[in-house]
């Protein structure tokens, strides 16, 4: 018998509970006889749902995936990928392809956050995503995964000035403006494309990182794709939930490419352009992320995410202040956001 449980849902979502009778019937054909509670463990920023099953011994971890908005197909792959590569990811104990359900094994509940917003060792903790991150690297080969190719990396800036600059800020560019942004959008992708390519989670971050044993537990790797080299550095050390000051993040970026020297991964034997590839890199996703913030405020009604925006601004302001190709996105946002303009150093 299932036990009772009780799920903070508004009673218009009815199609949220029919989906929970349905993953709760699937569960007890695989667990017949058995006992569990079903609560919510996490959600992200599509339609995927997360479990947690408890036992009276263990708990596992269940994904509901609507077929209709989700495909659990490239979660098996990357797992199996990322797994064969030597990291912690969740061990895949059953799939139901049509109804869009994975029941997976449990890395606890602990994020990379939550750890360091108590306190926990960020060196130690960083060294670990460090190393799991080239090893996912070193696995890197082409054709297993999507490319990150032009069309998807200007697919990503373009939510910037529809969601950002449009529904945000509501505004609408002038000729010259959109002009203005396009040159820049060019000088991003030139850049971004011409740099080596790995395995990239692409949301590596302290709230995809659990700490677990064997460190880090990985988890919402599904849209990993084979992409620049520095993209998941990005999202580690400059992460839009968890501020760093640059000596901290020039130190582990120095670390990190140290590693991958040694490992024979495909970064610049000259620092200096290794570190403007990352920062050059750090633009093209703080964009992205500023534009995704805006359209799950304004079209997913998740507004949680404005909190966060302020940070990855001041990313995206700070690079644009230090090389003199990106000064025309930082007088753009001067101009749309009234901000006077700061002086920085130019490399």
Known sequence: ?????????????????????QLEIWLQQHFPGSSFTLAP???????????RVSFSDRTLVAMDAPTQHEDCRPFLRVAELFGAAGVHVPEVLAKDLEQGFLLLSDLGGTTYLDALSRGGDATALYRDATAALVKIQQASRPGALPE????????????????????HLQTVLSAEQKAA???????????????????????????????????PGILDFQDAVYGPVTYDLVSLFKDAYVEWTEEQILDWLIRYWEQAKKADLPVDR??????????????????????????????????????????????????????????????????????????????
């Open 181 to 215: 942004l396009d040159a820049v959008f060019a000088a991003i992708l030139r850049n971004n494309l011409a740099q080596p390519q790995v395995f990239v989670h692409r949301d590596y971050h302290s709230r995809n990182l659990m700490v677990t044993e064997p460190n």
């Open 270 to 347: 000259d620092f200096a352009q290794f570190y403007r590839d990352f920062e050059w890199m750090g633009v093209q996703r703080h964009i992205k992320v500023l534009g995704i913030f805006a359209r799950l405020c304004y079209r997913d009604g998740k507004d949680g995410y404005l909190k966060d925006m302020p940070l990855v601004m001041r990313y995206l302001r700070k690079t644009c202040r230090r090389y003199g190709e990106l000064h025309p996105l930082l007088q753009l946002l001067d101009a749309l956001e009234g901000s006077a303009a700061q002086v920085g150093y130019t490399f």
């Open 41 to 51: 463990a996490s959600a992200d920023a599509s339609f995927r749902r997360y479990f």
């Open 148 to 167: 990150y190719d032009e069309a998807l990396l200007r697919r990503e800036l373009d939510l910037f000035p529809e969601w950002y600059l449009g529904k």
């Open 1 to 21: 018998m299932i036990k009772s449980h009780k799920f903070d849902i508004l009673a218009t979502q009815d199609y949220i509970l029919d989906r929970i009778a």
